[in-house]
Every structure is written in C-alpha cells, then in structure tokens.
C-alpha cells in the first residue's frame, strides 16, 4: 500500500460532502477585477508544503517535463462567483436549494472538465500526447493531442471535451478544449454550462514540486463574460493512482438526499 491511502480516505470523505456545504446563492455574480479574485492562494506556494525540492525538470527537447502523479491544492477554488447569465443563475440557485441532490458525479458520472475531484492526478507526457488520468470519480482520463491537429468540424459532445495542445516555448504547454456536453456541472455546487462551453488551460511548473494552471472558462450561453482562476497541483515522487471504482463503493448517492 503506498503512503497516500490516509490522506485518501481523508478526501474521499470531504468529496462526499462537498455537494452539501454551504453556499451564499446570493453571492453568486461577477468577481470585481475581471474575476480574478481568491487566485492568490493558488500562486502562493507554501513554505513546506510535503513537495520534493529541486529545479523544474526538462524533457530532452528543453520543455518542460510534467511526468508524474499530483494532489490537487486547491480543487475547490473557481477564483470567486462566475458571470452567469439569469437563466443560469436561476439553475445554480435551484440546485443548491436541492443541496445537489442531482449532481451527475453523485451518480458515478464524468466530472467534466474544469471540475475535478481532491484525488490525485497522473499526467502522461510524450512528444504528441499529454494524458491525464483522475484516481477519482470514474478514473476518468483526458486526452490531449500535441501533434499540431485542431478541432475539427462536426465534433460529438462529450463528457470530458475534445482537448488539443500546443507549446509557447518550453515553459508552458496551452490546453484548449471544446465539444462539451451539457450535462456535467462546472462545481459540487451546481454551477451550469451549455454545450457552447470552451475551457483553455496554461499548464507551468515553476520548480520540481509544483504545477499552476491558468483556467479560463468562456461559454456565451450561460456567462456574460470569461471567467478565469489558477489551480496548483503539488507533486509526489513516491505515489501512485489507487484503483477507484466509483459504482461498487457510491456512498455520494446516499447522501444527496436533497429536500
């Protein structure tokens, strides 16, 4: 068993309550300064924070190498309320009245994308593919194609999009991601989305022990404006995924009990 099984249990149970913290409904409208508030957290790291010490690692080309497995360290932060559009808003402010009794992750479905879970995170890396596979939910993972091909036309909607990357530099590898269903939740709280969503990523990695990434969400069907925030991810060069089977052990579902 390797070392991260108590700090797992641990967030399991925070996940299965998430849904049921909770929010000011009231709260909910555009951030001030174009809705960057609560990314200081984010880009702030730690003094110690458990991470391993060295400098960013490199991959033979020069850029930067993300191999290896990440705790989220802040999977809840969305830098401050959304835009959202009044039918939008009258979704979110239903559902938190519900307490989320109808979150699809509850029912063993995809997250989505930019929703994520408090497990860990594998990132994959070869020259024209980065993959991310997710411990939790479903061990959902997400392809993300480096070998210069765009979107394409007529693309399905899907759970987790249809993601393509590219390079500015070696520093920062930019994920952009379309073609999204409208069926997952952009939080444990409710927040909605239309299949007109479009999710850009700016991965970097300052150092060995960390991973910011630069998250905006644009969607004209349900935002007034572009939404953007910063998750940061810590590495841990002695885990591993644990297997998660999210239909045999579903304890969500008991729970969103709603009213």
Same mark, same amino acid.
């Given at each position: 068993?390797?070392?991260?099984?108590?700090?797992?249990?641990?967030?399991?149970?925070?996940?299965?309550?998430?849904?049921?913290?909770?929010?000011?409904?009231?709260?909910?409208?555009?951030?001030?300064?174009?809705?960057?508030?609560? @990314?200081?957290?984010?880009?702030?790291?730690? +003094?110690?924070?458990?991470?391993? +010490?060295?400098?960013?690692?490199?991959?033979?080309?020069?850029?930067?190498?993300?191999?290896?497995?990440?705790?989220?360290?802040?999977? *809840?932060?969305?830098?401050?309320?959304?835009?959202?559009?009044?039918? *939008?808003?009258?979704? #979110?402010?239903?559902?938190?009245?519900? !307490?989320?009794?109808? =979150?699809?992750?509850?029912?063993?479905?995809?997250?989505?994308?930019?929703?994520?879970?408090?497990?860990?995170? +594998?990132?994959?890396?070869?020259?024209?593919?980065?993959?991310?596979?997710?411990? &939790?939910?479903?061990?959902?993972?997400?392809?993300?194609?480096?070998?210069? /091909?765009?979107?394409?036309?007529?693309?399905?909607?899907?759970?987790?999009?249809?993601?393509? &990357?590219?390079?500015?530099?070696?520093?920062?590898?930019?994920? =952009?991601?379309?073609?999204?269903?409208? +069926?997952?939740?952009?939080?444990? $709280? &409710?927040?909605?989305?239309? =299949?007109? !969503?479009?999710?850009?990523? /700016?991965?970097?990695?300052?150092?060995?022990?960390?991973?910011?990434?630069?998250?905006?969400?644009?969607?004209?069907?349900?935002? @007034?404006?572009?939404?953007?925030?910063?998750?940061?991810?810590? #590495?841990?060069?002695?885990?591993?995924?644990?297997?998660?089977?999210?239909?045999?052990?579903?304890?969500? $579902? =008991?729970?969103?009990?709603?009213?």
């Amino acid at each position: 068993m390797n070392k991260n099984y108590g700090w797992l249990m641990a967030a399991c149970a925070v996940a299965a309550l998430l849904p049921l913290a909770p929010v000011d409904i009231a709260a909910q409208a555009p951030a001030k300064g174009g809705g960057k508030a609560g @990314t200081k957290a984010a880009d702030t790291k730690a +003094k110690d924070d458990g991470t391993p +010490k060295g400098p960013t690692p490199r991959m033979p080309d020069g850029k930067v190498d993300f191999n290896g497995v990440y705790a989220p360290a802040n999977f *809840a932060n969305y830098g401050g309320a959304l835009p959202l559009q009044p039918w *939008a808003q009258k979704v #979110y402010e239903d559902r938190r009245a519900s !307490l989320s009794k109808d =979150d699809p992750e509850g029912f063993c479905l995809p997250a989505g994308v930019p929703r994520i879970s408090p497990f860990p995170q +594998k990132f994959v890396q070869t020259n024209n593919l980065f993959v991310i596979l997710d411990e &939790g939910n479903v061990h959902s993972y997400r392809q993300v194609f480096l070998d210069g /091909r765009g979107h394409g036309k007529g693309l399905d909607q899907l759970w987790m999009g249809h993601s393509i &990357g590219k390079w500015e530099g070696n520093d920062t590898l930019v994920v =952009d991601s379309v073609g999204f269903n409208d +069926k997952t939740w952009l939080n444990g $709280q &409710g927040l909605p989305h239309t =299949d007109q !969503l479009h999710v850009t990523e /700016r991965y970097t990695r300052p150092d060995l022990g960390h991973v910011n990434v630069e998250i905006t969400i644009e969607d004209p069907g349900a935002l @007034t404006a572009p939404h953007k925030f910063t998750r940061q991810f810590l #590495y841990h060069d002695n885990w591993e995924l644990l297997e998660y089977v999210c239909n045999e052990f579903n304890i969500d $579902q =008991d729970r969103l009990v709603g009213k």
